[in-house]
Structures are given as structure tokens and as C-alpha cells.
């Protein structure tokens, strides 16, 4: 199981820290991190770790978002700088392993002043 936290109302350049905590080893997941999804649109990749410890980022938020991890909590976290009115979402953490998709529920993030 994966339980997101963090979400909130934010004004336009602030920042905003994301958490998502798994119920077993974060170790054992091939990829773990966030997607978000706008009001009628799909998911979409906001930052994930790979196994072998690759991080990939969503274009939109390169250089503003960072995904790090701590092992020993079983948690990944997604910081949020310089964050936008376009970045307002439902933020879902995610996880694979052998081929099987585990989503958190969603938790929201506005940006608005």
C-alpha cells in the first residue's frame, strides 16, 4: 500500500513537499514515484525512480521538482519549488513491481493566489 501526504493550497512560487510512505521496502519496487492528473486529462509523469537509481522527470517540471528517497522510511518524496497555477492537480504516488501498477490515493496540490 502506498499512503500520500502533503498536498495543499499554495500561492504561485512557493514550495511544497510531497511524501509517500509504502507499507513494505521501497527496495523492492522497479519504479516508485509520482504522476499527476489534471480534471479531464490522463496521468502524467511527474518525477519516478528507476531501479538501478535513475530518476526521471516530466519536461514541465524539470529544474523546479526533486524525487528523493529514504530507504530506511520506505518513503519517496517529491519537493516542489517555483511551483505554478498550471502544476494545480491530483498528485498520485506510484509504484511497479514485476509488472503490477500500485496507485496511492490521489492527494490534491493548488497553486493559486
Known amino acids: 500500500q502506498l499512503q500520500a501526504s502533503g498536498g495543499g493550497l499554495v500561492q504561485p512560487g512557493e514550495s511544497l513537499g510531497l511524501s509517500c510512505a509504502a507499507s513494505g521496502s521501497i527496495g523492492s519496487f522497479n519504479v516508485m514515484g509520482w504522476y499527476r492528473q489534471f480534471p479531464g486529462k490522463q496521468r502524467e509523469l511527474v518525477a519516478v525512480f528507476s531501479r538501478g537509481a535513475s530518476t526521471n522527470y516530466g519536461d514541465s517540471v524539470k529544474g523546479r521538482f526533486t524525487i528523493s528517497r529514504d530507504n530506511a522510511k520506505n518513503t519517496v518524496y517529491l519537493q516542489m519549488n517555483s511551483l505554478k497555477p498550471e502544476d494545480t492537480a491530483v498528485y498520485y504516488c506510484?509504484?511497479?513491481?514485476?509488472?503490477?501498477?500500485?496507485w496511492g490515493k490521489g492527494t490534491l496540490v493548488t497553486v493559486s493566489s
Open positions: 506510484y509504484a511497479e513491481q514485476w509488472g503490477v501498477a500500485y
